[in-house]
């Protein structure tokens, strides 16, 4: 596996703690509950080696990974209900291959716009993101 000791993708623990909490494996990646819940049940799932583009993996390797953010968009419609789900890949700071998965509910924060890649305006307690990861592994 290649990993980068500077990625929280790749290291979790305090690094992934500035953003994210790990939720579980999948097949070839991470699901990740990101901290910052304006949008209730936003994750990010990060593939499991430090590579930066999609072109750096196989077709294989690239089907795994999204057949994962499909596992992982199924559990939050069926854990969460959102109206719609937006999909974001970015990566020009981190270069870590992942995908946000925003649920976004209509007459709420942000819903007919994109969404901001950190409002930093709702953060819940260690409870609270207790309770919403079991949500998302029980719908896994």
């Excluded at 994210?20 to 097949?27: A, K, Q």
């Excluded at 070839?28 to 990060?46: D, M, N, Y």
């Amino acid at each position: 596996m290649i990993k980068d000791e500077n990625c929280g993708y790749c290291m979790r623990g305090e690094l992934l703690a500035k953003f994210g909490i790990y939720i579980c494996d999948l097949s070839v990646s991470t699901l990740i509950l990101f901290k910052e819940q304006s949008h209730p049940g936003r994750c990010i799932v990060a593939y499991k080696d430090h590579v930066s583009e999609i072109v750096n993996i196989s077709d294989e390797e690239r089907n795994a990974f999204f057949s994962d953010v499909n596992r992982a968009a199924k559990a939050i419609h069926k854990a969460f209900h959102p109206d719609k789900i937006n999909y974001g890949a970015y990566g020009d700071t981190g270069c870590h291959l992942h995908m946000h998965l925003v649920p976004k509910y209509k007459d709420e924060f942000e819903w007919g716009g994109v969404f901001a890649m950190n409002p930093d305006q709702r953060y819940l307690s260690d409870a609270e993101y207790e309770e919403m990861i079991e949500k998302i592994k029980a719908s896994l």
